[in-house]
């Protein structure tokens, strides 16, 4: 790979020397660093699939960079706002504040700047709203592009690659994946060249290791799990060796479980302290289990700082603290929290508040604390490596079942392990466990296979923003090219990407034909029909009196342009020159059929029962007539249409019926005789012709493939017709709220709107109503009872409930996922925050973690700050509005503040006072910094397997 320096641009422009763009680098860059650099130099988009901690922020640096030197912008998007808050602080620190600045659901700091950090849905929803700030975009950088499978936010990063304009070049960042290949194929398709940059080789080996308890001997077993490629036998003999003890004592002393054990959480420190395998990451599924490993390891006496770290954890911890009231410090168990920090042992789970895990992370960073017992959102994104990773168990609670880890899963975690430039390798250490054998262990370490597979489905919004923004054609083609159906059927995107190619040149060359003399295409229709009639007129009236024979329902084999198979005739019609047929093709395309365009009389193939009522341009009656025609068994007969040139119908800006004015030749009528650029106009005629022939076959081979998102999508159009947010292909009144909704409930939230539910509510009353929409229970355990601060908001919840049932019921007959239900454990909590209550006594009085209350107020807030936009009345949008306003307060608004660890007090003077909370619509997003175990509580959003 080359360090050539690209000096000029496309249009001349004199652009920044690589060597100068780089030059801040300490290191030399890698060879995966800098071909994905060439490929940016070359005007490319680039996918770079990396391991955990290679540097792929390298390549997002320098296209950043690119665009700072050329006058443009450029946005760096990322999964969770705990990542976009770090990756917005590392550019400042680069460029400046002046050139850098965050858009969150929490945070709206200098959203002008050149270059911008966001949430994904933030930039989804600029697409959407059609924000100028897209204008001057070079690059967007999609950080963990990988979350493009995640279930419920995964549509979010395709709909922006499919709709972002093809200026824009995408840097895609991504964990190691065993199809980046296909996904680099895939976004070529639908953008354009885009390199796939794969390095697999970590830039810290990585040692795989067993630690399991053994009584016979009395001590930790410490091996190696992977020896030349295979298991390590003296692991596997130690592994079999219990198990027939076991199976021999049947659980009696001498059994397996007797003699092999899982080490203790102290144990392991204090073995990974003595062999210098410190600071470590130990993953344990449950915050629960999180919190009682700390407290086993402060018990056993383990102090791992000194009293110069225990000086600055202070410092850091009183700095970032500063803002919480005493008495939610005392409730967050402020005490404990330290005590543990001073030892040099910490927690991390979305249990807790941001500020108390932003102090974990700032001091893991800086060496002062030594292990963290982390649930498995410590592994999204954060930069916090470490020596040595632990995992206790292989397997997971997802809230609804254990399940094992998966190899991606696997990479994920272990990644954190070994530090660049500081460790010559990183130790991943697996704890035995009597319910996984060694054999799965080693299987799941030796493991390379991460696939990545498309989780896009079309939703409400999604189908809404469609409608209002694209006609039916080109919303299911814009379906077509997503990468879940690239997966299913490849040849689908392929095709359509070749249409979408097609269509442009098929208007640059109509564009090119038009005349400002007259009308070039009714000329060129009228001379060549003029010229086919004086040949062939007997023939002509035999085939009119054939044409006139047809009835509606009569099917006919037709070829015409590009298109061949079945039509249905809807009417026949005589016209001063001559018969015409319109008929409906098996796309749902209607052809408008002259004399001409036949060989022979038409012969029917046979007949269909048309749909009553009579409405040709009904989506229902086209479905049903297209339905009817591939019931129909026919053979292809002689004497079918057959056209010399390109159909042009309506939908194609022009219409068969410029043959209503092929008379004007005789007399001249066209004007375009006098145009002295007729010939290269009737050329670009022509070349139209031809586009459009090769057009009408690539809808052809479209429409027989198997287009399973688009079935999808007619499913999501047919329940919004039925509840009356589409009309036809146009929004309803109804529908232009939906398209600003933007909530894994959105249809329910914008039918309630609708109905009026959420009206005449004072602001607590409806921040309890409104967050039956944004809680999830997920514990094990029963909720509580469910308690509401009227009778008649109380009525309100049961009429979403049943509303809600109303959908849930009309997608399973459409062959749709349910949406999730809505849940009223919250309306509580909701009602006494928003009323004024503290903190202390809300908490306490639910036994709610501090990071759960957090997390769903603020999820709480962004839809409030929805209603305050979108809401038909003046007065439900003020009392929203108030509602949000009484939530952002307190541990809410000091969790929504950009880390000021991270920063120095006098780079945080240079922002500060910028930040506010966002209101504008485009830029809420969800808060996913959830985890999924098995004594977590509800959230409405939670992360992706593979993070």
């Given at each position: 790979m080359?360090?050539?320096?690209?000096?000029?641009?496309?249009?001349?422009?004199?652009?920044?020397?690589?060597?100068?763009?780089?030059?801040?680098?300490?290191?030399?860059?890698?060879?995966?660093?800098?071909?994905?650099?060439?490929?940016?130099?070359?005007?490319?988009?680039?996918?770079?699939?990396?391991?955990?901690?290679?540097?792929?922020?390298?390549?997002?640096?320098?296209?950043?960079?690119?665009?700072?030197?050329?006058?443009?912008?450029?946005?760096?998007?990322?999964?969770?706002?705990?990542?976009?808050?770090?990756?917005?602080?590392?550019?400042?620190?680069?460029?400046?504040?002046?050139?850098?600045?965050?858009?969150t659901?929490?945070?709206?700091?200098?959203?002008?700047?050149?270059?911008?950090?966001?949430?994904?849905?933030?930039?989804?929803?600029?697409?959407?709203?059609?924000?100028?700030?897209?204008?001057?975009?070079?690059?967007?950088?999609?950080?963990?592009?990988?979350?493009i499978?995640?279930?419920?936010?995964?549509?979010?990063?395709?709909?922006?690659?499919?709709?972002?304009?093809?200026?824009?070049?995408?840097?895609c960042?991504?964990?190691?994946?065993?199809?980046?290949?296909?996904?680099?194929?895939?976004?070529?398709?639908?953008?354009?060249?885009?390199?796939?940059?794969?390095?697999?080789?970590?830039?810290?080996?990585?040692?795989?290791?067993?630690?399991?308890?053994?009584?016979?001997?009395?001590?930790?077993?410490?091996?190696?799990?992977?020896i030349?490629?295979?298991?390590?036998?003296?692991?596997?003999?130690?592994?079999?060796?219990?198990?027939?003890?076991?199976?021999?004592?049947?659980?009696?002393?001498?059994?397996?479980?007797?003699?092999?054990?899982?080490?203790?959480?102290?144990?392991?420190?204090?073995?990974?302290?003595?062999?210098?395998?410190?600071?470590?990451?130990?993953f344990?599924?449950s915050?629960?289990?999180c919190?009682?490993?700390?407290?086993?390891?402060?018990?056993?006496?383990?102090?791992?700082?000194?009293?110069?770290?225990?000086?600055?954890?202070?410092?850091?911890?009183?700095?970032?603290?500063?803002?919480?009231?005493?008495?939610?410090?005392?409730?967050?168990?402020?005490?404990?929290?330290?005590?543990?920090?001073?030892?040099?042992?910490?927690?991390?789970?979305?249990?807790?508040?941001?500020?108390?895990?932003?102090?974990?992370?700032?001091?893991?960073?800086?060496?002062?604390?030594?292990?963290?017992?982390?649930?498995?959102?410590?592994a999204?994104?954060?930069?916090?490596?470490?020596?040595?990773?632990?995992?206790?168990?292989?397997?997971k609670?997802?809230?609804?079942?254990?399940?094992?880890?998966?190899?991606?899963?696997?990479?994920?975690?272990?990644?954190?392990?070994?530090?660049?430039?500081?460790?010559?390798?990183?130790?991943?250490?697996?704890?035995?466990?009597?319910?996984?054998?060694?054999?799965?262990?080693?299987?799941?370490?030796?493991?390379?296979?991460?696939?990545?597979?498309?989780?896009f489905?079309?939703?409400?919004?999604?189908a809404?923003?469609?409608?209002?923004?694209?006609?039916?054609?080109?919303?299911?083609?814009?379906?077509?090219?997503?990468?879940?159906?690239?997966?299913?059927?490849?040849?689908?995107?392929?095709l359509?990407?070749?249409?979408?190619?097609?269509?442009?040149?098929?208007?640059t060359a109509?564009?090119?034909?038009?005349?400002?003399?007259?009308?070039?295409?009714?000329?060129?229709?009228?001379?060549?029909r003029?010229?086919?009639?004086?040949?062939r007129?007997?023939?002509?009236?035999?085939?009119?009196?054939?044409?006139?024979?047809?009835?509606?329902?009569?099917?006919?084999?037709?070829?015409?342009?590009?298109?061949?198979?079945?039509?249905?005739?809807?009417?026949?019609?005589?016209?001063?020159?001559?018969?015409?047929?319109?008929?409906?093709?098996?796309?749902?395309?209607?052809?408008?059929?002259?004399?001409?365009?036949?060989?022979e009389?038409?012969?029917?193939?046979?007949?269909?029962?048309?749909?009553?009522?009579?409405?040709?341009?009904?989506?229902?009656?086209?479905?049903?007539?297209?339905?009817?025609l591939?019931?129909?068994?026919?053979a292809?007969?002689?004497g079918?249409?057959?056209?010399?040139?390109?159909?042009?119908?309506?939908?194609?800006?022009?219409?068969?019926?410029?043959?209503?004015?092929?008379?004007?030749?005789?007399?001249?009528?066209?004007?375009?005789?006098?145009?002295?650029?007729?010939?290269?106009?009737?050329?670009?005629?022509v070349?139209?012709e031809?586009?459009?022939?090769?057009?009408?076959?690539?809808?052809?081979?479209?429409?027989?493939?198997?287009?399973?998102?688009?079935?999808q999508?007619?499913?999501?159009l047919?329940?919004?017709?039925?509840?009356?947010?589409?009309?036809?292909?146009?929004?309803?009144?109804?529908?232009?709220?939906?398209?600003?909704?933007?909530?894994?409930?959105?249809?329910?939230?914008?039918?309630?709107?609708?109905?009026?539910?959420?009206?005449?509510?004072e602001?607590?009353?409806?921040?309890?109503?409104?967050?039956?929409?944004?809680?999830?229970?997920?514990?094990?355990?029963?909720?509580?009872?469910?308690?509401?601060?009227?009778?008649?908001?109380?009525?309100?919840?049961?009429?979403?409930?049943?509303?809600?049932?109303?959908?849930?019921?009309?997608?399973?007959?459409?062959?749709?996922?349910?949406?999730?239900?809505?849940?009223?454990?919250?309306?509580?909590i909701?009602?006494?925050?928003?009323?004024?209550?503290?903190?202390?006594?809300?908490?306490?009085?639910?036994?709610?973690?501090?990071?759960?209350?957090?997390?769903?107020?603020?999820?709480?807030?962004?839809v409030?700050?929805?209603?305050?936009l979108?809401?038909?009345?003046?007065?439900?949008?003020?009392?929203?509005?108030?509602?949000?306003?009484?939530?952002?307060?307190?541990?809410?608004?000091?969790?929504?503040?950009?880390?000021?660890?991270?920063?120095?007090?006098?780079?945080?003077?240079?922002?500060?006072?910028?930040?506010?909370?966002?209101?504008?619509?485009?830029?809420?997003?969800?808060?996913?910094?959830?985890?999924?175990?098995?004594?977590?509580?509800?959230?409405?959003?939670?992360?992706?397997?593979?993070?």
């Amino acid at each position: 790979m080359s360090e050539v320096d690209v000096t000029t641009s496309n249009n001349g422009q004199v652009r920044a020397h690589r060597s100068e763009l780089i030059a801040h680098y300490p290191f030399p860059l890698d060879t995966f660093q800098l071909e994905a650099l060439d490929a940016l130099d070359e005007g490319r988009s680039v996918l770079v699939a990396a391991p955990t901690g290679s540097g792929k922020t390298v390549v997002a640096e320098y296209a950043i960079a690119k665009a700072l030197a050329d006058g443009k912008r450029a946005f760096y998007t990322a999964p969770i706002k705990a990542l976009s808050n770090q990756k917005f602080i590392d550019l400042t620190r680069l460029h400046g504040t002046d050139n850098v600045g965050l858009l969150t659901g929490d945070n709206s700091i200098n959203g002008d700047a050149q270059v911008v950090v966001m949430t994904t849905e933030v930039l989804r929803n600029m697409i959407y709203a059609g924000s100028s700030a897209l204008d001057d975009l070079a690059f967007v950088v999609l950080d963990e592009v990988h979350f493009i499978q995640d279930t419920y936010r995964g549509p979010v990063w395709e709909e922006v690659i499919i709709h972002l304009p093809r200026s824009v070049r995408l840097v895609c960042l991504s964990a190691t994946v065993s199809n980046a290949v296909e996904l680099t194929d895939w976004i070529s398709t639908v953008r354009g060249p885009t390199i796939p940059v794969v390095e697999s080789k970590r830039p810290v080996r990585l040692d795989n290791l067993y630690m399991v308890g053994d009584k016979t001997s009395d001590r930790l077993h410490l091996m190696p799990t992977i020896i030349d490629g295979r298991p390590n036998p003296e692991a596997s003999r130690l592994d079999e060796d219990a198990n027939k003890r076991w199976r021999g004592g049947r659980g009696k002393v001498g059994g397996a479980r007797r003699v092999l054990f899982t080490p203790s959480r102290p144990d392991v420190v204090e073995r990974l302290d003595r062999e210098g395998m410190l600071p470590a990451i130990f993953f344990i599924f449950s915050r629960n289990q999180c919190e009682a490993a700390a407290k086993s390891c402060l018990d056993a006496g383990l102090r791992l700082t000194d009293a110069a770290a225990r000086i600055r954890i202070r410092e850091i911890v009183d700095r970032r603290l500063e803002g919480l009231d005493p008495g939610d410090l005392r409730v967050l168990g402020y005490n404990t929290f330290l005590a543990s920090l001073e030892a040099g042992i910490a927690t991390h789970h979305a249990g807790m508040v941001p500020p108390f895990k932003e102090v974990v992370e700032a001091c893991f960073t800086e060496g002062l604390i030594k292990v963290v017992f982390a649930t498995e959102t410590l592994a999204v994104g954060i930069n916090m490596p470490a020596r040595s990773v632990v995992i206790e168990k292989l397997t997971k609670f997802t809230g609804e079942h254990h399940t094992s880890l998966t190899p991606g899963e696997y990479t994920q975690l272990t990644g954190r392990a070994g530090r660049r430039g500081i460790d010559a390798s990183g130790q991943a250490i697996v704890l035995w466990n009597p319910f996984v054998t060694f054999e799965q262990v080693a299987t799941l370490a030796s493991s390379k296979t991460f696939h990545l597979h498309s989780a896009f489905r079309p939703t409400y919004n999604m189908a809404a923003n469609l409608v209002r923004s694209y006609t039916s054609e080109q919303a299911h083609h814009l379906l077509d090219l997503s990468f879940a159906q690239y997966q299913a059927d490849r040849d689908v995107v392929r095709l359509e990407a070749r249409l979408d190619r097609r269509l442009t040149d098929l208007t640059t060359a109509r564009v090119a034909a038009e005349s400002p003399y007259g009308d070039i295409y009714a000329y060129r229709t009228a001379t060549s029909r003029s010229e086919r009639r004086a040949g062939r007129p007997d023939e002509i009236e035999m085939i009119s009196v054939g044409m006139a024979r047809l009835k509606p329902g009569d099917v006919l084999f037709v070829e015409k342009g590009k298109y061949v198979g079945k039509v249905a005739v809807l009417t026949t019609a005589h016209r001063k020159e001559g018969m015409r047929v319109s008929a409906l093709t098996m796309r749902r395309d209607t052809l408008h059929l002259a004399p001409d365009d036949f060989t022979e009389p038409p012969k029917p193939v046979g007949v269909i029962q048309l749909p009553v009522p009579f409405s040709p341009n009904g989506q229902n009656f086209q479905r049903a007539v297209v339905h009817a025609l591939e019931k129909l068994k026919t053979a292809p007969r002689s004497g079918h249409a057959g056209s010399r040139s390109g159909r042009r119908d309506g939908n194609r800006g022009r219409s068969a019926g410029v043959e209503d004015r092929s008379s004007g030749v005789e007399d001249g009528s066209f004007g375009v005789e006098d145009d002295p650029d007729l010939h290269a106009r009737l050329r670009s005629v022509v070349q139209a012709e031809r586009i459009q022939r090769e057009v009408d076959d690539l809808r052809e081979r479209v429409s027989g493939r198997n287009k399973t998102i688009s079935r999808q999508f007619d499913g999501v159009l047919d329940i919004l017709r039925r509840w009356g947010y589409v009309n036809g292909w146009a929004l309803t009144e109804r529908g232009s709220t939906l398209v600003r909704t933007f909530h894994e409930c959105d249809l329910l939230v914008a039918e309630a709107l609708h109905l009026g539910l959420f009206d005449d509510l004072e602001p607590s009353a409806l921040a309890a109503l409104v967050s039956v929409v944004t809680y999830e229970h997920r514990s094990p355990d029963a909720p509580p009872a469910p308690w509401f601060p009227s009778g008649a908001v109380r009525k309100r919840w049961l009429r979403i409930q049943t509303l809600s049932e109303d959908i849930a019921i009309d997608e399973e007959r459409a062959g749709l996922s349910p949406h999730r239900a809505p849940d009223p454990t919250f309306a509580a909590i909701a009602f006494a925050w928003a009323a004024g209550e503290g903190f202390a006594e809300v908490v306490e009085a639910e036994e709610l973690s501090g990071g759960d209350f957090v997390r769903n107020v603020k999820q709480l807030i962004d839809v409030l700050r929805q209603l305050s936009l979108v809401a038909p009345k003046s007065s439900t949008r003020r009392a929203a509005q108030q509602a949000s306003d009484r939530l952002f307060r307190g541990v809410v608004s000091a969790s929504s503040s950009v880390g000021a660890v991270a920063l120095g007090d006098d780079e945080l003077e240079d922002f500060d006072d910028e930040v506010s909370p966002v209101v504008q619509h485009t830029l809420l997003d969800p808060d996913v910094d959830s985890d999924d175990n098995e004594d977590g509580q509800g959230s409405a959003h939670d992360p992706p397997p593979q993070s």
